[in-house]
């Protein structure tokens, strides 16, 4: 935290933090625990802006009705999820034009060929063969200038958001040196040590994703108590017996452990403890239990909020209009330095 003298008058300057997900499927473990979570802990003690990422949903193709009802279904689940609209900012990336205007000038700035490296583009393209379009190429962009406009300390998210944060910061550099430094803050990852990339339950090799098509490979945070337990209970692992972490050969035991240590507060070493002589079998049983007993309350909360609506456009157009404040500011900024008239 920052202490500066304003006027005579001690103020408390906080630092700013800015996250979002893309609007795609209902999230997961994965995302609650590599990421949300995370966004939780740090509304007390940051100014933060978490919003719904509806315009990177659109580089895949969304049924319209589908969209729009998520949107409501996402914004729900944030707050479900413990994310308070009195201490955050919480708003819809295409309530705020401002995010597509200063996309277009960094759009300017960024070498095809660094976007050519991403990993998650590459990812993409061979998922969706038929619909490789711009957007899935100018993604990390957009993500640059959601970031950016905000002037970001941090973003907290999951390891596979990694390189797009690299390649945030190197737009600044390319900022810098064309027009002038000090107008785009330069923003750090925050990634969390435990549980930055959870894998699918299925197939523990890749990440778990909310987009998957196999609803088995996820746990969805608005799963009733019933799949959760079924999910979990089919989890797969290896043919050994011992519990023990072993993130290389013990791929998919290990990702369970890890959730379990998220959920329950304990150490790795502690859950390998508990569990000395118990069979895989009764670890899945209790993590069932757990992440049962996590997500009850959320799915409640979700579900109450969702029978009110108006009450989400409520949130919504005074999230639009908070954040739009802080986005114009640095958007004029920009407009100045590349010699737009404003
Ligand atoms: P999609 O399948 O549509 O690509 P996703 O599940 O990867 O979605 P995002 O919206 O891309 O989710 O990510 C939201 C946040 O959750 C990001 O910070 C991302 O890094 C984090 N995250 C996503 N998946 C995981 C995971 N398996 N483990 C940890 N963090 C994750
Ligand atoms: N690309 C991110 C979602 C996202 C984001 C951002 C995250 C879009 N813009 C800005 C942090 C900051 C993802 O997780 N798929």
Same mark, same amino acid.
């Given at each position: ?13 906080k630092?700013?933090?800015?996250s ?57 689940q ?35 060929g660094?976007? *050519?490296? /991403? @990993?998650?583009?590459?990812?993409? =393209?061979? !998922?969706?063969?038929?619909? +490789? ?121 290990? *990702?369970? /452990? @890890?959730?379990?240590?998220?959920? =329950?507060? !304990?150490?790795?070493?502690? +859950? ?29 909360k ?17 999230g ?12 004029d ?10």
């Amino acid at each position: 935290m920052i202490w500066r003298f304003n006027f005579g008058i001690l103020t408390d300057m906080k630092k700013t933090i800015l996250s979002g997900s893309t609007v795609t499927g209902d999230l997961t473990l994965g995302n609650y625990i590599g990421a949300i979570n995370n966004w939780a802990k740090l509304q007390d003690e940051y100014e933060c802006f978490y919003f719904l990422a509806d315009l990177h949903a659109l580089t895949v193709y969304q049924d319209p009705a589908i969209l729009r009802e998520r949107t409501y279904s996402f914004f729900a689940q944030y707050l479900a999820l413990g994310l308070d609209p009195k201490k955050n900012v919480i708003f819809v990336q295409s309530h705020v034009p401002e995010h597509t205007q200063l996309m277009w000038i960094l759009t300017c700035l960024t070498p095809m060929g660094y976007l *050519n490296r /991403m @990993t998650q583009f590459k990812e993409k =393209s061979e !998922k969706h063969v038929k619909n +490789i379009n711009a957007g899935l190429f100018t993604y990390p962009v957009l993500m640059a200038a959601d970031i950016l406009l905000y002037q970001a300390d941090m973003v907290p998210v999951g390891e596979d958001q990694r390189q797009h944060l690299e390649l945030c910061r190197d737009i600044v550099g390319f900022f810098d040196n064309k027009y002038s430094e000090g107008i785009l803050k330069m923003p750090d990852a925050y990634i969390g040590k435990m549980g930055a990339r959870i894998m699918s339950l299925q197939d523990p090799t890749k990440k778990m994703s909310k987009s998957d098509e196999n609803d088995k490979n996820f746990v969805s945070i608005i799963d009733d108590a019933k799949k959760i337990e079924k999910k979990i209970k089919s989890a797969a692992t290896d043919s050994g017996t011992e519990i023990k972490f072993d993130a290389e050969n013990k791929a998919g035991l290990s *990702n369970l /452990m @890890t959730i379990y240590s998220v959920l =329950s507060g !304990k150490s790795i070493q502690q +859950i390998e403890q508990d569990f000395v002589g118990k069979m895989y079998g009764h670890l899945k049983v209790d993590l069932a239990e757990l992440t049962v007993q996590t997500l009850s309350p959320v799915k409640a909360k979700y579900d109450d909020l969702m029978k009110n609506k108006d009450y989400l456009d409520q949130l919504m157009k005074s999230g639009a209009d908070r954040a739009q404040v802080r986005a114009a500011v640095t958007l004029d900024k920009v407009y100045k330095a590349v010699g737009l008239h404003r």
